[in-house]
């Protein structure tokens, strides 16, 4: 779970990334099967993440898509493994880009940064991985974070 909040007002505001998103929350699909002993396959994965202000409760779901390979010149990438660095990657990407969020920085704004800081993180990670603005059709969403009524 990670969600962005403006902690207080004042000279002391910061915005901080709480929760952790857990491997099992990632749920990738297979959209192209595997080719015996060569790099190919793909799994994709849909992410909504909540993306909330803590003193005003305004919020913005931001949505992507995360496409990994199933075998790349590396050698097979087990669903566990994928699944893990996703994980990792999202949440670290949440804490580079949230961190140096304001109060007045628009939460639209920083659900494009935050995918803009994801693919390289992810890419040099496993090699072929891709962040994508929409999911792919066979990818099931997962909503991290809590809505706001």
Do not use: Y
């Not at 992507?64 to 990438?77: K, T």
């Not at 939460?107 to 995918?115: A, H, R």
């Amino acid at each position: 779970m990670v969600s962005s909040g403006c902690g207080r007002t004042g000279p002391r505001t910061r915005t901080i990334v709480t929760g952790r998103i857990e491997p099992g929350q990632i749920h990738f699909v297979t959209i192209v099967k595997p080719r015996k002993d060569e790099p190919s396959g793909w799994r994709a994965a849909c992410i909504r993440i909540n993306i909330q202000r803590a003193n005003t409760g305004e919020s913005f779901l931001c949505g992507f898509g995360v496409e990994m390979p199933i075998q790349n010149d590396d050698g097979p990438i087990s669903l566990p493994l994928a699944q893990r660095i996703t994980a990792e990657r999202i949440h670290e990407a949440a804490e580079v880009v949230f961190s140096s969020a304001t109060p007045a920085s628009g939460l639209g704004l920083l659900c494009e940064s935050l995918k803009k800081t994801l693919k390289p993180m992810l890419w040099a990670s496993i090699e072929g991985s891709r962040v994508k603005t929409s999911c792919h059709k066979k990818a099931i969403p997962v909503q991290l974070g809590n809505l706001v009524p």
